[in-house]
């Protein structure tokens, strides 16, 4: 079962930082990656059940959803070689906050998993998370050098 694990530390309260994110069908602090976030179906962004269409080519379902541990998982249905629905199966995507006390920042990770004999898929989605990372955290104020 292929993996990718990646995470950053977010300037900023971990609050701060949740309500910022906890809506799967909002991704505007995401502009490198995200152009487009289509709501799918009736389901708000907080409810398990819950649809969305990215870049017109990621179909995501939110699988679980804690407010209380700061996390979402969710399935990914159908998205581009080489995470196509040909190419990988059970694309389970996790992303998960946790509070830094020392500094009051946030620790997030987001990782995911699935069944595949396609070892390009693993790249791509580790560029698509550190790219999502890095858009969060300058979300916030970090910078990173070139």
Not at 58 to 87: C, H, N, W
Request: glycine content about 6%; overall charge negative; hydrophobic content about 40%.
């Amino acid at each position: 079962m292929p993996k990718v694990y990646n995470s950053i530390i977010v300037p900023a309260p971990i609050e701060r930082v949740w309500s910022r994110i906890c809506d799967f069908h909002e991704f505007s602090w995401a502009p490198s990656v995200i152009v487009s976030c289509e709501k799918v179906g009736k389901s708000d962004g907080y409810t398990v059940g819950a649809k969305r269409l990215l870049n017109g080519l990621f179909l995501d379902t939110l699988i679980a959803y804690s407010a209380i541990e700061k996390r979402m998982m969710y399935s990914m249905d159908e998205g581009p070689p080489p995470v196509s629905s040909q190419e990988i199966h059970e694309y389970i995507g996790n992303l998960h906050l946790l509070p830094l006390t020392a500094d009051n920042t946030t620790f997030v990770e987001w990782s995911g998993s699935w069944e595949s004999g396609t070892p390009a898929a693993v790249e791509y989605m580790n560029t698509v998370y550190r790219s999502l990372l890095r858009d969060l955290a300058a979300e916030f104020g970090a910078e990173f050098g070139t």
